[in-house]
Structure formats: structure tokens, C-alpha cells
């Protein structure tokens, strides 16, 4: 049977919270799966064989974010990956390394809208795959045989920001404009009689 | 028209508007949904016709009511059943209908209509696909629908007092849009601007129903009544609506769709307070506005109920538009507010409500297009911003939430209830929390409750650590946080009102959201169950080029 985008996300919504999850986690696994099915990959299957598996919520440390002793919840940590991304601890100050985690698919949900939100590009890369997230964009990613995989020993989110535009100004220090000149005076012949009357305009006693 | 700039004073806060007595008072405007809808079509000259009828004499088979827009084609295609009354129920748990319907996108090929018959009829057991916008079903008012084929087969009118006291030949009872059972997504829709506001494809499938339901009336008595049957005189045709019976499902759907509430809300709200600062009237507003009110006199007058909640609410809102035909409408500066402010002082909410309906009617060029704000992007609403501090979620729940904080949730009145979803049929229902089990898989309904956890839970944390924070230690909050979040920027998000509370009336809710679709003659059955009418005294598809401005 295939299911409509409401379908996956009032199956995911009641999935999750019949897996234990607080309702407002159940509601971002429910929009994690709609969002990769609006990618046209099956988040819901995903989601499913994720929530048969005992997983925790991650704390941090020096950017390595972990669950001691048990698999990272991808929901948990997308939504905590959400909610700090502007902070010290997220992705947009330093590159974070999320240890152990579960179906590392379901975290780019999170990271699609944190980039829109935020302006910039997020690369997420885990053994055999880089999935990259700009705003007004789809996702792009290298392959898809690893993206949908149950599971990433190490998955590194590294955040770029795309430069400001401005105005057009370029002021030379003089050792570069030095460098320059000579450089470019390496693309001019040397003038002599010969290269004059070359030039087709009348002699040099013209005036 | 424009409006003046400054409209504060003239608003309606939330505080005022999102209770459950003032919700549950609620009358159909001409903002609500089935007015926008019928708006639309006529100003932009649609169509309509019946390419199928193959309905055999018993009243047994199919037909296609077709609605051809500028852009887009819709077929309403209905098949009729022939249903023994023992099973005739308007419970979802029901599993067999006098008719059932789906709304399909472009015009279907038999082969179409073949696969629909295959599904349709069957309803959540059958599956449509995404060329199919809804999917519906109907059972007949067994009174009148007999009464008036009787009537028609022996060349006679059915009796007005009976079609009013009964408003409608068929009452839906489910019309599934929004990508369930199979049926197109509401993102893949809403982008043509006639399906861009809510509901709209659900209005349009009911509206093509009530043309079915008169046209198998006429069947039906034409077969039985052969020569001597006579058509439905226009206007007692045109008297009848469609019913809908409507249980507690769309209660917990004004909780799970906050922005779009609000968004409903502060379109009406906003409208109210343009024609309160209106320095004055002209005749032509005052004469819409008397028409208004004379129609609204006429409505009261045909509107019964047996519950006793409604029969006393009737009661108030006849006398209090006597009172509003009797004071007339002021000549004094900004003669609106003064009458507004006047109904404050002197109605009751039925009455205060109804006089808003009135307001808005003559008002069409100056609010008309807050029907194109009633819609939400409830994705971009979304996400939380974790890097907000403890203080700003203070903040929001002082303002927002100082209803849900002060009250004790540990008395057994304040938590009387919990609503869940039932294994039977999936059907919404209300349990006592101190009398019966399931209220561990209780539904997020409990919103006051919440909010005080989180402000309790949020007293041991500092003013200026960021939510983020508190939200990995606690996940439990993160459903409030987000509403909470959310208030600042969509104050008419939440019913400010303990819906777990002892004496909760989940029957103000349903009016509410039934209103907002244009219902009228809310009836209850009980507490948590009623039935109303909707596109009663519009016109029909085949009146709607020749209608007056809607």
C-alpha cells in the first residue's frame, strides 16, 4: 500500500509515542518521516526499525555528542541539534561528532530546516555517504545505498555559511600589486620599429 | 474601503475570545468556510452539470455532479445504497451508509467510476487514490426523506413545517480530506487557489451532495409516483441544507492545528474590530445590517433542539435579538463600537456572537478578503527556537498561559477527564480519569495541565539558560514548549480553558470549528455529540450565476 504524506505522519506521530516517546517527540519523528517521504525516501520504514531498538537522548561534550553506554536517538538529537544550533554546543560554532548513532537518516529533517532558517549549508557525514542540506534546495547526496542505513559509528555535522553579499571593493597592498605587474607585463611584446609599422597606423614621423 | 490604521482599541483580546463558553457560542459568518467557497465560484462564473445518472428505481446505483472552474474540474461522485435501517448509524464506527461519495479531481472515466466502486462504499475499509480530493458518506433523515417521497410521488408538497423542522434529507457523517485513505495530500491541493483556504474541498463535496439529495428524492418519487409526481417547489428546496453529525473528533483537531486556529480567529477578530472603527454607517450597511439581523430573528425561529443546554441557549439568543432589532442602530459617532459595546453590557454570548455575525454581513467590501488569511503554514510554525532563554518562556506563559498556572491540577475536578482514541474504529472518546483505565495513553489534550508542569519544572532553572537545554534534560515538555513558543506570535492559538476539567462541554468546541464552517442549527445530542446543517438557504449549483452578491 502506499501511503498519502498525512498517512506518514499520523503513523509515524502514533508509532513514536506507542515507542514510549514524549508527545513532542513523537511529533518530531513524525515530522522527520513526512520529510524525508517528501524527499521521496521511505523515513517511515526507517523510523520503524529505529523504534524497535533501545536508543538515548545525547548529551554533549568538547562537541562529541553521546548517549553513555546505549545508541543515539536520531530524533532526540536532530531536535537537541535544533534547538542548540545557535548555541556554543551546535553545529554552527564548531563541528559536532555524534557518536553511535541510529538510522542517521532521520537527523537530516532536522538539519534541512535548521540551514533554511539559519542561511547556511549543512554537510552531515557518516562511513560510505555525505548528505549535504542548503536552503531552497534538495537534498543532495553521494550515495544513496549508504543514506538509508541503520546505523553510523561516527557521524560528523559540519555547518558552512554562505558569504553575505556586498558591494564589490578590492584594494591591492603594493607587494601584490607589484606581483601583479609583473605577472601581467609578462603578456605584453616588446615594443620595437618592427612591431610599430605592424600596428597599421601611419609612421612615427606622422606628426 | 480601507481600514484605519490603528485598530487596538477595537480588538478583542484573546483572553476575552478563546473561552469555551464564548467558542461554543459561535455563529456562522461570511467569513466562514462555505460562504468563501460559494463567494469564489460565483465571482469567477463556474459551472456545473450531471454527466452520470444511472440510479435504478429502488434508488440503487450512481452519479456524477460535476463543478468546472477556470482552471480545474471537480466531480462529486455518489453512489446510492440501499440501506436496511437496522444498520443505519451515524457513529464512525458504522459500517454501512445510505450513500457515499468522493470527490474526484478532473472528470472520471467509467473505468474511474468502476475502481471508486469498488472502495467508496466500503469507506475506511476501501482505498482511493490521489486523484480523489475526499471521501464521504451520507445517511438519510429517515422522517423527512420518506415523508417528503411520499408526498412528491402523489403530486404534493412535503409539509414546511416538517422540512424545517428537520433542515436536511441526508446528514454526513464523516467527509475525509488531507491525504486519508489514500486521497490527495492537502500540500499537493493547496496551491490552486480555490483549495488554498481551509476546508474548501470539503465544502465542495457537501454542497454537491445536497444537489444529490434532492435529486433522489425527485427519482425515487418520479418511480413510485409515475405521472403524478411532481419536483420539489424551489423553495422549500431551497430550505434545505445537508446535515452533518459530528462527534468528538474535532475537538482534539483544534488542539493538534494551533496556527490554523488562530489564524481563523484573528481573521473573525480582526474583521469585528474594522467595522467597530468605522466612524459611521451609510443606509446601505444599516438596511444589510437590519436584513441581517431579521434573518437571523427568522433562523432562531426554526432552530429547535430537545438538549436542555440548547433549548435554554435558544431561549437567550431569540430574546437577545429581539433586544438588537429594538435598540436599532446608533447615530451617534462610530455607531458600531457604541452598539457593540452596548450588546457587552446587555446579552448574553449567544446574543453577542450573533450580533457579530450580523456586523460582518454588510461589510463584505471591507473584510471579505481575510478569507485568503485563514489559512496556515503550520510547517514554518514548527520548529522551536532553542536559543530563546528561560525567561522569555516565562514570559510567554505569564501572558499567555495565566489561566492553566493557578489552578490545582491534584483535585479530582480539575483532571475529571481524559480524552483518548478508542482501538474500536480508531473513535475519538472521554474517559473519567478516577473511574476507568486507558488515561496513561491519554491524548496531549490536557494543555493547562501541561503548561502549569512547565512552569512548574522551569521555577529550578536560571533566567538566562537557553530552552534548549532544559528541553534535553526534560522531553516530557517539549509539546508545551513549542504551544507556549508559539503563543507570542499567534495569541488565539490556544482555548484558554482546563479541557480535562469536570463539567467540560466538548460540545462549545465542536460549534466553534462547525460555525467557522457555516453550519447552522447546532443541535446537540449530548455533551459530546450534534448535529447541524450546512448550505441551508443557499443557493444551488444551477442558482448560482442568477444568485445576488454572496
Known amino acids: ?75 532526540a538529537t536532530g531536535a537537541a541539534l535544533s534547538d542548540h544550533f545557535h548555541l556554543p554546543e551546535g553545529p554552527l560554532s ?95 611584446v616588446p615594443a620595437s620599429d618592427q612591431s610599430r609599422r605592424g600596428a597599421g597606423a601611419s609612421g612615427t614621423d606622422d606628426n | 474601503m480601507t481600514a484605519p490604521a490603528d485598530l487596538t482599541a477595537y480588538r478583542r483580546p484573546p483572553e476575552q475570545v478563546m473561552r469555551l463558553a464564548r467558542m461554543g457560542s459561535a455563529h456562522p459568518t461570511r467569513l466562514s ?71 474526484f479531481d478532473g472528470t472520471p472515466t467509467p473505468a474511474d467510476l468502476d475502481r471508486l466502486q469498488a472502495n467508496v462504499p466500503l469507506q475506511e475499509a476501501g482505498r482511493i487514490s490521489a486523484q480523489e480530493l475526499t471521501l464521504a458518506r451520507a445517511n438519510r433523515s429517515v422522517r423527512l426523506f420518506a415523508h417528503v417521497v411520499d408526498r412528491l410521488a402523489q403530486g404534493q408538497q412535503p409539509d414546511a413545517a416538517e422540512v424545517d423542522a428537520v433542515g436536511y434529507l441526508m446528514r454526513t457523517t464523516a467527509v475525509y480530506g488531507s491525504g486519508k485513505f489514500g486521497a490527495a495530500d492537502r500540500d499537493t491541493i493547496a496551491h490552486r487557489p480555490e483549495f488554498r483556504g481551509p476546508f474548501q474541498v470539503e465544502m465542495l463535496s457537501v454542497w454537491l451532495i445536497r444537489s444529490f439529495t434532492v435529486d433522489l428524492v425527485e427519482h425515487l418519487a418520479a418511480a413510485r409516483g409515475g405521472p403524478t409526481a411532481v419536483p420539489l417547489d424551489k423553495t422549500l428546496r431551497r430550505r434545505l441544507g445537508v446535515g452533518n453529525s459530528t462527534g468528538l473528533g474535532m475537538a482534539p483537531f483544534l488542539i493538534k492545528h494551533p496556527t490554523l486556529l488562530n489564524n481563523w480567529m484573528m481573521a473573525r477578530e480582526e474583521a469585528l474590530a ?15 445590517f437590519q436584513t441581517a439581523i431579521q434573518k437571523a430573528i427568522q433562523n432562531a425561529t426554526t432552530w429547535t433542539s430537545d438538549h436542555p443546554i440548547q433549548i435554554a441557549k435558544l431561549a437567550d439568543l431569540r430574546a437577545d435579538l429581539a433586544l438588537i432589532a429594538a435598540q436599532g442602530v446608533p447615530t451617534d459617532p462610530y455607531p458600531w463600537n457604541t452598539l457593540w459595546l452596548w450588546a457587552e453590557t ?86 473519567e480519569r478516577y ?33 534548549a537545554h532544559v528541553l534535553l534534560a526534560h522531553p516530557e515538555h517539549r509539546f508545551i514548549a513549542r504551544r507556549v513558543q508559539q503563543s507570542a506570535r499567534f495569541p488565539y492559538a490556544e482555548i484558554r480553558e482546563n479541557l480535562i476539567a469536570a463539567g467540560t462541554l466538548p460540545i462549545d468546541m465542536l460549534r466553534c470549528k462547525l460555525a467557522f464552517f457555516g453550519a447552522s442549527h447546532f443541535d446537540p445530542r449530548s455533551d459530546r455529540w450534534v448535529r447541524i446543517a450546512l448550505f441551508q438557504n443557499q443557493p444551488y449549483p444551477q442558482d448560482l450565476a442568477s444568485e445576488g452578491p454572496l
Not at chain 2, 469567477?44 to 474540474?73: C, K, L, M, S
Not at chain 2, 474594522?274 to 444589510?288: D, E, G, M, S, V
Not at chain 2, 496513561?440 to 529550578?460: F, K, S, Y
Open chain 1, 94 to 188: 564548531h563541528p559536532v561528532d555524534l557518536i553511535d548513532l541510529s538510522a542517521p537518516a532521520l537527523i537530516l529533517p532536522f538539519l534541512a530546516t535548521s540551514a533554511a532558517r539559519s542561511g547556511v549549508i549543512i554537510i552531515a557525514q557518516w562511513h560510505g555517504c555525505t548528505a549535504i542540506l542548503a536552503p531552497d534546495t534538495p537534498l543532495a547526496v553521494t550515495d544513496l545505498d549508504h543514506l538509508l542505513t541503520d546505523h553510523a559509528p561516527v557521524v560528523t555535522i559540519t555547518a558552512a555559511a554562505l558569504l553575505p553579499k556586498s558591494p564589490y571593493k578590492t584594494t591591492l597592498t603594493s607587494t601584490t600589486e607589484h606581483i601583479l605587474q609583473t605577472l601581467v607585463q609578462r603578456t605584453y
Open chain 2, 435 to 467: 473511574d476507568e483505565p486507558g488515561a496513561a495513553l491519554e491524548l496531549p489534550i490536557d494543555t493547562g495541565r501541561m503548561a502549569a508542569a512547565l512552569a512548574t519544572d522551569l521555577a529550578h532553572w536560571p533566567d538566562d539558560t537557553p530552552i
Open chain 2, 33 to 103: 468556510f462555505l460562504r468563501n467557497l460559494l463567494r469564489r465560484m460565483q465571482t469567477e462564473g463556474w459551472t456545473f452539470d450531471r454527466p452520470v445518472w444511472d440510479v435504478n428505481p429502488q434508488g440503487v446505483g450512481r452519479a456524477v455532479y460535476r463543478a468546472i472552474g477556470p482552471n480545474h474540474t471537480y466531480s462529486l461522485v455518489a453512489f446510492a445504497h440501499d440501506l436496511p435501517d437496522h444498520m443505519r448509524s451515524d457513529r464512525v464506527i458504522a459500517t454501512a451508509w445510505d450513500a457515499t461519495f468522493a470527490l
Open chain 2, 274 to 288: 474594522r467595522i467597530r472603527a468605522l466612524p459611521q454607517t451609510t443606509p446601505t450597511t444599516t438596511a444589510a
Open chain 2, 346 to 431: 446587555t446579552l448574553t454570548l449567544e446574543g453577542q456572537e450573533a450580533l457579530l455575525a450580523a456586523l460582518l454581513e454588510p461589510h463584505g467590501l471591507l473584510i471579505d478578503g481575510l478569507a485568503d488569511c485563514m489559512d496556515a503554514d503550520e510547517a514554518k510554525a514548527f520548529p522551536l527556537d532553542g536559543s530563546k532563554t528561560v525567561a522569555h518562556l516565562r514570559t510567554d506563559l505569564a501572558r499567555h498561559y495565566a489561566w492553566a498556572t493557578t489552578t490545582d491540577y491534584t483535585q479530582p475536578e480539575n483532571s475529571a477527564r481524559f480524552w483518548y482514541v478508542s482501538e474500536e474504529k480508531l473513535e475519538p472518546r472521554l474517559g
Open chain 1, 1 to 75: 500500500m502506499t501511503l498519502t504524506l498525512s498517512e506518514v505522519e499520523s503513523t509515524a506521530l502514533k508509532a513514536a509515542r506507542g515507542a514510549g516517546m514524549a508527545w513532542g517527540m513523537a511529533e518530531e519523528a513524525a515530522f522527520a518521516a513526512r520529510w524525508l517521504a517528501e524527499q521521496g525516501l521511505d523515513g517511515l520504514t526507517l523510523l520503524a526499525h529505529h523504534l524497535t531498538r533501545p536508543t538515548a537522548p545525547p548529551t554533549y561534550h568538547n562537541h562529541r555528542w553521546q548517549a553513555a553506554g546505549a545508541t543515539l536517538c536520531p530524533i
